[in-house]
């Protein structure tokens, strides 16, 4: 076998799960040369590769002689092993060996822990700002603040754990009333806003996206910025949104896939209050807690502060968000105006997580 100067490829071995794909993608992204090899093949991850070599059970005898030589022969000078069991044997099996062959990160098991105890350190931070958010209402425990944040980092979105902590506080204190959402993109806020929507029985959840690129892009922020919208695949953002949201209950949660003009049209005339075919959400018409986060441009904004605000109850919450925003001044300058003309309605504002929270003791006019 080639010595630790000569050997460059990594196997990875089981390549069988997420873990073994991620890395395989990541490493030849990164010009990193891989073999991938298995003992059990699942069909659907060895399906994608062509280049999947056979070893024989750990456990087999025929396994020593047949792993060292693939591993001569394909110059492996790494190993990457995302199954406990087998991490642990290949740890031991190349100190035995005294193989050139480093294995690479720590055991899925060792990395579960390490993740979980990262998760709640994470929440531990947290938490402060989440009951300094609540005041004297009760909120949430640490274990639910860190379930809130695992389940919302697996959705794609752009809402940074401060602003979801400042979430997880304020909504405790909103009146009952409809809780809505301007600008859903794949459902990371959203799906904080529905879980805590149902944890401190506000009531039911609109959620509203057009999924459309020309309502995306932000025409008033650098070129950059506007173009960044192209990479997108519309049809996959709706899907993924309703995938997201698949966890929570549906009952109490439906989607307006319109622009918010259009669908502030709809909520202010459907006596009905019902939007989705497949469930009935009854709204009452006034709105608990908004999220403004929408196309950011200043009229856009400007706007949807018009038409939503008029239906915000006496103690209901505003937020709105980017208020500081790195591409456009749109909702710093609207909140601005906000904070100026109604500071007489106002109970209490402050910026969390670049988002501006208001919340309103006399309804917004
Ligand atoms: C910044 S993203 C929302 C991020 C999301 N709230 C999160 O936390 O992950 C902005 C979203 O607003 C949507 N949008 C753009 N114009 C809109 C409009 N006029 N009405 C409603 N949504 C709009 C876009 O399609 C995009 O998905």
């Known amino acids: 076998m080639g010595d630790a100067q000569t050997a460059r490829a990594t196997l990875v071995f089981p390549a069988v799960n997420e ?5 395989v993608t990541a490493a ?3 010009g990193e040369e891989t073999i991938c090899a298995a003992s059990v093949t699942d069909g659907e991850i060895a399906g ?10 750990i456990y087999d005898e025929q396994f020593s002689e047949t792993f060292l030589a693939l591993a001569a022969a394909q110059s492996v000078g790494r190993l990457f092993c995302p199954v406990a ?3 642990d044997f290949m740890a031991r099996f190349i100190d035995s060996q005294n193989l050139a062959i480093e294995l690479i990160g720590q055991s899925p098991i060792r990395q579960q822990v390490e993740q979980h105890r990262r998760l709640m350190a994470r929440a531990r931070r947290l938490l402060p700002l989440v009951e300094h958010c609540a005041g004297p209402v009760p909120c949430l ?7 809130i944040l695992r389940q919302a980092s697996q959705i794609y979105g752009e809402s940074n754990d401060d602003k979801l902590a400042a979430m997880m506080g304020i909504m405790a204190s909103a009146p009952p009333g409809d809780v809505i959402e301007i600008g859903a993109l794949m459902g990371r806020s959203a799906f904080v806003l529905l879980y805590l929507a149902w944890r401190y029985r506000v009531g039911p959840v609109l959620t509203i996206d057009p999924w459309r690129a020309d309502n995306a892009v932000q ?6 910025l506007q173009t960044l919208v192209d990479e997108w695949d519309f049809e996959v953002m709706r899907e993924g949104f309703f995938v997201n949201m698949v966890p929570l209950r549906a009952d109490d949660h439906s989607h307006l ?18 939007y989705s075919a ?4 009854a709204y009452s018409g006034q709105i608990a807690a908004i999220h403004i986060d929408g196309n950011h441009d200043h009229d856009l904004v400007g706007k949807d502060c018009r038409l939503w605000l008029g239906r915000m109850l006496p103690g209901s919450w505003l937020i709105l968000d980017d208020y500081i925003w790195a591409h456009g001044d749109g909702p710093y300058r609207v909140g601005n105006d906000l904070l100026r003309e109604q500071g007489k309605r106002i109970a209490r504002a402050f910026v969390c997580g670049k988002a501006l929270f208001v919340q309103w003791q006399h309804e917004p006019r």
């Open 19 to 23: 873990a073994a794909e991620a890395y």
């Open 28 to 30: 030849r992204a990164r």
């Open 48 to 57: 994608v590769r062509d280049d999947l070599h056979r070893l024989p059970p």
């Open 85 to 87: 069991s087998v991490h």
């Open 141 to 147: 425990s640490l274990l639910e603040v860190a379930g």
């Open 219 to 224: 025409r008033r922020s650098p070129q950059a």
């Open 257 to 274: 896939r319109l622009p918010s003009e259009e669908a502030f049209a709809v909520y202010a005339q459907d006596s009905a209050r019902t």
């Open 278 to 281: 497949s469930s009935k959400v």
